[in-house]
């Protein structure tokens, strides 16, 4: 099944080692998880995988919200969980830094 669906992603890979990929944060749930829609084109259309935040992100209380950009680790044996490593910068046109 999983060999059907993920066909372009190497299944066989060292236990250590995990892909990184982008996402969108879709919905928040207890316990500082998320779901997750994958944006990458090795990944069936609309794939969701729950995400926690990584310790050091955990640690300077950056916050995540759904609509936000996000890149996940991913271990090639389970990729229904991931873990969320960076949270991308929306920054907009109107944007001003504070000045003292």
């Known amino acids: 099944m999983l060999q059907a669906v993920f066909a372009n992603i190497p299944l066989l890979m060292p236990k250590g080692e995990k892909f990184t ?3 969108v944060v879709v919905d928040m749930h207890p316990n ?3 779901s997750i829609r994958i944006m990458d084109p090795r990944f069936p259309e609309n794939y969701i995988v ?4 990584a310790g050091k992100m955990r640690m300077h209380y950056i916050r ?4 936000d950009k996000v890149t ?4 090639p044996l389970d990729m229904t969980k991931g873990r969320i ?3 991308k910068k929306e ?10």
Do not use: W
């Open 21 to 23: 990929v982008e996402g």
């Open 32 to 34: 500082a998880m998320f």
């Open 50 to 53: 729950k995400g926690y935040i």
């Open 64 to 67: 995540i919200i759904p609509g």
């Open 72 to 75: 996940v680790e991913l271990d």
């Open 85 to 87: 490593i960076f949270r």
């Open 91 to 100: 920054v907009s046109s109107n944007f001003q830094p504070h000045r003292r």
